[in-house]
């Protein structure tokens, strides 16, 4: 578009208190934009005085250099056609001054960073278009729901409420899942004592009389291509194998053994593939409702699982419970037990622990004179299950204690349970009929291809084991999400929860669904940049087939054709930039955030050549955690070094290094990247961006020796939002290590 703009500077909440006005819009006019002041550009007068600029001069490009860009939004919002940049004077310059030295005056050190942060306002402007977003040319808004347990029954159920039709996949010939095996259920209402009737029933009666659902039993899916509003689904009968499936891998030993029939064959199982629908279903997003199965325990040889008649787990206790009378006296046991051995079994959680007291409860009621043992190393019940499990501690008939148990062995008709370490700090022989193994739940998603994406990244989830196998992208901020966009999780294959949590689960899976077709077809993203108009632009004529983008992207947006060329998928996108930052050749960016416009503001900061006291050194700001922390710090009135100018950007994984290298070409003294914690315990909306960002800041160390600079002068710092009391000691310690390296050697070049 024809720019006009229009640039206002707010002398309110301390501005124009601590720096000068003048020099300020001064700054502005260096760059060539006239601005106008006022004391309070938030009021209803300043916001006529920018409305009127837009109606009598057609300005449809609007600098506010005020408050942080994370708030006043609305107000500063001005329709459709006009672009707002926001320069933070306020929380980044005003709010973070020496009150010790207002008093002498304007400080010459803070009015230089206001005054760079004027100039980085109006060059942003300059270099940003108004976005414009991708529209699909046909958009399907039908949702897949995988699995027909509770959590699939149920986000089909609320998506039909909403108006939307969904189809049921499941592999079985029925639909119900687990629950049809449940005799009773946990307590859903107050007092929260009485183990209710389970409504898988109602449930499946309400899924087959609804018109919007569509139930598919022994299927199962072959291949998901495509993207949010046009995922392309390939089903297959339940039990067979498709052409996209990867066999299992049979070595020269192994197929040997497997032809004297020493060995089972991993790939007996599978009939030949069968096809239900060969070209393909369209979906708008896809619910991974596929459930949990029972964790194996046969490995714990002293409990005599699988050699012992009535050493069961919690899965076949609850079919027998269903089925008849259960024992009258029965040992729960819900840790492995050994000596020095005080964990659960492998996915054992709050559930489980449930389960043995609806099962203890089971006991009495079916014997008159029954009793229930639980031992335990961790008793979890949360929230209003406490009340469940204090009136079972007071149930007669039940024992609960910590205990190790040392071995299961037979005696006589029953068996024996050897527990030590018990609360009564005496071991104990428990004479019981039946002894229950709490086997933990493993979601689907360990060890079987569940989801089959014909993505070029591959066709499961990455980086599952990050979260023992479960299929949830960042379950702190981003619940239901996957790493693929469009592809949302809900009950035991996204965290082992109990049923009124897994209908609570699947509901807000089932409302993720709708927001991601809703949000592709008016051409925005989903999550954590929800709204954003803007997509990835690739110039495609300098494109190299370095594959760098591919690879990196944390969502798998992107696949490529045979000669390597990146293949956009839009909706796919989630707007992070990190294809930006992988790119060796700089061709791609987005309307309102690239390499040039971020480079340009590098440069827009004015670097002193003669004065060893005024460094310069720039921090690239991740927009999630370390720019708002950096806001709240000033927001408390914590002072920060003025010698410091942030750049807030999308993610550390968009940060070019080139924008590095610019800087310190530029004269700037130091470079800091401050971003969200990375690793197995990583907090990145953006799964990855942390974790790239700081290699690539190795490998710019590296070319930086080989110019004779300091690989120190450019370092990354993780930082969580809650982490603003320390943002000023942080930039302090950085900032002391430039000062002793001294001032940059091509300073003035």
Same mark, same amino acid.
């Given at each position: 578009?024809?720019?006009?703009?229009?640039?206002?500077?707010?002398?309110?909440?301390?501005?124009?208190?601590?720096?000068?006005?003048? =020099?300020?819009?001064?700054?502005?006019?260096?760059?060539?934009?006239?601005?106008?002041?006022?004391?309070?550009?938030?009021?209803?007068?300043?916001?006529?005085?920018?409305?009127?600029?837009?109606?009598?001069?057609?300005?449809?490009?609007?600098?506010?250099?005020?408050?942080?860009?994370?708030?006043?939004?609305?107000?500063?919002?001005?329709?459709?056609?006009?672009?707002?940049?926001?320069?933070?004077?306020?929380?980044?310059?005003? $709010?973070?001054?020496?009150?010790?030295?207002?008093?002498?005056?304007?400080?010459?050190?803070?009015?230089?960073?206001?005054?760079?942060?004027?100039?980085?306002?109006?060059?942003?402007?300059?270099?940003?278009?108004?976005?414009?977003?991708?529209?699909?040319?046909?958009?399907?808004?039908?949702?897949?729901?995988? =699995?027909?347990?509770?959590?699939?029954?149920?986000?089909? @159920?609320?998506?039909?409420?909403?108006?939307?039709?969904?189809?049921?996949?499941?592999?079985?010939?029925?639909?119900?899942?687990?629950?049809?095996? $449940?005799?009773? &259920?946990?307590?859903?209402?107050?007092?929260?004592?009485?183990?209710?009737?389970?409504?898988?029933?109602?449930?499946?009666?309400?899924?087959?009389?609804?018109?919007?659902?569509?139930?598919?039993?022994?299927?199962?899916?072959?291949?998901?291509?495509?993207?949010?509003?046009?995922?392309?689904?390939?089903?297959?009968?339940?039990?067979?194998?498709?052409? $996209?499936?990867?066999?299992?891998?049979?070595?020269?030993?192994?197929?040997?053994?497997?032809?004297?029939?020493?060995?089972?064959?991993?790939?007996?199982?599978?009939?030949?593939?069968?096809?239900?629908?060969?070209?393909?279903?369209?979906?708008?997003?896809?619910?991974?409702?596929?459930?949990?199965?029972?964790?194996?325990?046969?490995?714990?040889?002293?409990?005599?699982?699988?050699?012992?008649?009535?050493?069961?787990?919690?899965?076949?206790?609850?079919?027998?419970?269903?089925?008849?009378?259960?024992?009258?006296?029965?040992?729960?046991?819900?840790?492995?037990?050994?000596?020095?051995?005080?964990?659960?079994?492998?996915?054992?959680?709050?559930?489980?622990?449930?389960?043995?007291? /609806?099962?203890?409860?089971?006991?009495?009621?079916?014997?008159?004179?029954?009793?229930?043992?639980?031992?335990?190393?961790?008793?979890?019940?949360?929230?209003?299950?406490?009340?469940?499990?204090?009136?079972?501690?007071?149930?007669?008939?039940?024992?609960?204690? /910590?205990?190790?148990?040392?071995?299961?062995?037979?005696?006589?008709?029953? @068996?024996?349970?050897?527990?030590?370490?018990?609360? @009564?700090?005496?071991?104990?022989?428990?004479?019981?009929?039946?002894?229950?193994?709490?086997?933990?739940?493993?979601?689907?998603?360990?060890?079987?291809?569940?989801?089959?994406?014909?993505?070029?990244?591959?066709?499961?989830?990455?980086?599952?084991?990050?979260?023992? =196998?479960?299929?949830?992208?960042?379950?702190?901020?981003?619940?239901?999400?996957?790493?693929?966009?469009?592809?949302?999780?809900?009950?035991?294959? +996204?965290?082992?929860?109990? &049923?009124?949590?897994?209908?609570?689960?699947?509901?807000?899976?089932?409302?993720?669904?709708?927001?991601?077709?809703?949000?592709?077809?008016?051409?925005?993203?989903?999550?954590?940049?929800?709204?954003?108009?803007?997509?990835?632009?690739?110039?495609?004529? +300098?494109?190299?087939?370095?594959?760098?983008?591919?690879?990196?992207?944390?969502?798998?947006?992107?696949?490529?054709?045979? /000669?390597?060329?990146?293949?956009?998928?839009?909706? +796919?996108?989630?707007?992070?930039?990190?294809?930006?930052?992988?790119?060796?050749?700089?061709?791609? =960016?987005?309307?309102?955030?690239?390499?040039? &416009?971020?480079?340009?503001?590098?440069?827009?900061?004015?670097?002193?050549?003669?004065?060893?006291?005024?460094?310069?050194?720039?921090?690239?700001?991740?927009?999630?955690?370390?720019?708002?922390?950096?806001?709240?710090?000033?927001?408390?009135?914590?002072?920060?070094?003025?010698?410091? +100018?942030?750049?807030?950007?999308?993610?550390?994984?968009?940060?070019?290094?080139? $924008?590095?290298?610019?800087?310190?070409?530029?004269?700037?003294?130091?470079?800091?990247?401050?971003?969200?914690?990375?690793?197995?315990?990583?907090?990145?909306?953006?799964?990855?961006?942390?974790?790239?960002?700081?290699?690539?800041?190795?490998?710019?160390?590296?070319?930086?020796?080989?110019?004779?600079?300091?690989?120190?002068?450019?370092?990354?710092?993780?930082?969580?939002?809650?982490?603003?009391?320390?943002?000023?000691?942080?930039?302090?310690?950085?900032?002391?290590?430039?000062?002793?390296?001294?001032?940059?050697?091509?300073?003035?070049?």
């Amino acid at each position: 578009m024809d720019k006009v703009y229009g640039a206002y500077l707010c002398t309110g909440c301390g501005i124009g208190d601590v720096l000068d006005v003048d =020099g300020l819009k001064s700054a502005a006019s260096e760059t060539g934009v006239e601005m106008q002041d006022h004391p309070c550009l938030c009021g209803a007068e300043g916001r006529a005085l920018i409305k009127k600029d837009i109606a009598d001069n057609g300005v449809n490009s609007v600098i506010i250099c005020a408050c942080s860009p994370r708030v006043m939004q609305k107000e500063f919002s001005f329709g459709d056609g006009i672009m707002t940049i926001r320069g933070n004077l306020r929380e980044q310059v005003a $709010w973070t001054a020496d009150t010790e030295r207002e008093e002498e005056g304007v400080d010459e050190f803070l009015q230089e960073l206001g005054e760079d942060y004027v100039r980085m306002a109006v060059t942003r402007a300059q270099k940003s278009e108004l976005p414009e977003p991708y529209q699909l040319e046909t958009i399907n808004k039908n949702i897949l729901v995988m =699995g027909g347990g509770i959590a699939g029954l149920t986000a089909a @159920l609320e998506a039909s409420k909403a108006g939307y039709k969904a189809t049921i996949v499941e592999k079985s010939d029925a639909i119900g899942g687990k629950a049809l095996g $449940w005799r009773k &259920m946990f307590p859903t209402k107050y007092p929260y004592a009485e183990l209710e009737e389970p409504n898988i029933s109602q449930m499946i009666a309400d899924v087959e009389a609804d018109a919007n659902i569509t139930v598919k039993t022994s299927s199962e899916v072959a291949r998901i291509a495509g993207a949010p509003g046009t995922f392309n689904v390939t089903l297959k009968a339940a039990g067979t194998k498709s052409e $996209w499936d990867a066999p299992a891998k049979v070595g020269v030993d192994e197929q040997d053994l497997i032809d004297k029939g020493e060995m089972e064959d991993p790939n007996a199982g599978l009939k030949p593939y069968t096809e239900i629908n060969p070209d393909g279903e369209m979906f708008g997003a896809v619910v991974l409702a596929t459930g949990w199965r029972p964790a194996d325990v046969s490995e714990y040889e002293h409990l005599g699982y699988g050699k012992l008649k009535n050493v069961v787990t919690n899965v076949e206790f609850e079919k027998l419970a269903k089925d008849g009378k259960v024992p009258a006296r029965v040992a729960f046991v819900q840790s492995p037990g050994g000596k020095d051995d005080d964990k659960d079994f492998p996915y054992c959680n709050s559930v489980t622990s449930m389960v043995a007291l /609806k099962q203890a409860r089971y006991v009495r009621e079916d014997n008159p004179d029954g009793q229930a043992y639980i031992l335990y190393q961790h008793m979890r019940t949360p929230g209003n299950a406490e009340l469940f499990y204090k009136g079972m501690q007071q149930e007669d008939g039940v024992f609960l204690t /910590k205990a190790a148990v040392t071995g299961v062995e037979e005696s006589g008709d029953g @068996l024996v349970v050897h527990a030590a370490d018990t609360l @009564l700090g005496e071991d104990l022989d428990l004479n019981v009929d039946m002894v229950v193994l709490a086997a933990g739940m493993v979601p689907t998603t360990v060890d079987e291809p569940t989801i089959n994406l014909a993505y070029r990244q591959g066709p499961a989830f990455l980086d599952l084991d990050l979260f023992d =196998g479960y299929a949830d992208s960042h379950f702190i901020c981003f619940p239901y999400e996957t790493r693929r966009t469009g592809i949302y999780t809900c009950g035991g294959v +996204r965290k082992a929860e109990t &049923m009124e949590e897994t209908i609570d689960d699947a509901t807000g899976a089932a409302l993720k669904a709708i927001q991601c077709i809703e949000s592709a077809d008016r051409g925005v993203a989903v999550h954590p940049r929800s709204g954003d108009k803007t997509y990835p632009d690739f110039f495609f004529q +300098r494109c190299t087939q370095c594959k760098r983008c591919t690879e990196e992207c944390p969502f798998g947006a992107l696949d490529d054709d045979e /000669k390597g060329t990146p293949l956009p998928n839009p909706t +796919r996108c989630r707007r992070c930039g990190t294809c930006m930052g992988a790119c060796p050749e700089r061709i791609i =960016g987005f309307s309102d955030y690239n390499v040039d &416009m971020i480079g340009s503001m590098v440069k827009a900061v004015e670097v002193p050549d003669d004065d060893e006291d005024k460094l310069r050194i720039i921090v690239f700001a991740c927009e999630n955690d370390a720019y708002p922390a950096i806001d709240m710090s000033g927001m408390h009135r914590n002072k920060l070094n003025k010698l410091v +100018r942030f750049i807030p950007v999308r993610c550390l994984g968009s940060v070019n290094m080139v $924008w590095i290298k610019d800087a310190m070409s530029s004269g700037m003294d130091g470079a800091l990247l401050m971003g969200c914690k990375y690793g197995d315990d990583y907090q990145c909306h953006f799964v990855k961006g942390s974790e790239i960002a700081n290699k690539r800041m190795e490998n710019i160390g590296e070319t930086l020796g080989t110019l004779g600079l300091e690989p120190e002068r450019c370092s990354v710092r993780q930082i969580a939002i809650s982490d603003y009391d320390k943002i000023p000691s942080i930039i302090e310690e950085f900032v002391e290590e430039i000062i002793e390296l001294g001032p940059n050697p091509f300073k003035g070049f």
